[in-house]
T-cell receptor
Framework: ELKVEQNPLFLSMQEGKNYTIYCNYS?????LYWYRQDPGKSLESLFV?????AVKQEGRLMASLDTKARLSTLHITAAVHDLSATYFCAVDIRPPGGGTSYGKLTFGQGTILTVHP | GAGVSQSPSNKVTEKGKDVELRCDPISGHTALYWYRQSLGQGLEFLIYFQGNSAPDKSGLPSDRFSAERTGGSVSTLTIQRTQQEDSAVYLC???????????FGPGTRLTVT
């Protein structure tokens, strides 16, 4: 059974500081996703990582993928209050019988990020 | 353009009643997914549609849950004889063929009293 684990689950940061959220998964994956969720809202796609060594950056967020270590990181640079939200990673794997993966996502528990002035 | 829409946004029902939740995917998206988000279980996959067929129903929790999709577009998730443990936010997502990204709707918050 695929397991996706994030840490930390709770992160309280001061504005201007840097931090990293980790996402470990237990089996080979085709793709890894990062999503943001604001309270009472739906999921907003941040990054899609497709291959080993992939790195993507958007503003103060940077995501990377190491498929050999089965690890993805979401790095936050110089945090601002607007980044306060819950962040999820999700993994898309191939079906047990083989074939192409089709988007059945297994999510991590989520990391609740709070950025303080 | 229009995103994924879901209705109703909130639904309160009595235990034992049936409910229907609706999802309108982004126009042209052939793949459609239902997920459930609850405090105890986090985000869980329920079912996947490609066109009108559902090759993967493995996440449906029990036979009280069913879903259909018609015309390769709108999907309905039906929960029969609702139980309190069915209380959750039900999220729908869609993606285009070969795309890597799923777009999520705003969700339906279901409360079973």
């Amino acid at each position: 059974e695929l397991k996706v684990e994030q840490n930390p689950l709770f992160l309280s940061m001061q504005e201007g500081k840097n931090y990293t959220i980790y996402c470990n998964y237990s089996t080979t994956s085709d793709r890894l996703y990062w999503y943001r969720q604001d309270p009472g809202k739906s999921l907003e796609s941040l990054f899609v990582l497709l291959s080993n060594g992939a790195v993507k950056q958007e503003g103060r967020l940077m995501a990377s993928l190491d498929t050999k270590a089965r690890l993805s990181t979401l790095h936050i640079t110089a945090a601002v209050h607007d980044l306060s939200a819950t962040y999820f990673c999700a993994v898309d794997i191939r079906p047990p019988g083989g074939g192409t993966s089709y988007g059945k996502l297994t999510f991590g528990q989520g990391t609740i990020l709070t950025v303080h002035p | 353009g229009a995103g994924v829409s879901q209705s109703p946004s909130n639904k309160v029902t009595e235990k034992g009643k049936d409910v229907e939740l609706r999802c309108d995917p982004i126009s042209g998206h052939t793949a459609l997914y239902w997920y459930r988000q609850s405090l105890g279980q986090g985000l869980e996959f329920l079912i996947y549609f490609q066109g009108n067929s559902a090759p993967d129903k493995s996440g449906l929790p029990s036979d009280r849950f069913s879903a259909e999709r018609t015309g390769g577009s709108v999907s309905t998730l039906t929960i029969q004889r609702t139980q309190q443990e069915d209380s959750a936010v039900y999220l729908c997502a869609s993606s285009s063929v070969g795309a890597r990204e799923q777009y999520f709707g705003p969700g339906t918050r279901l409360t079973v009293t």
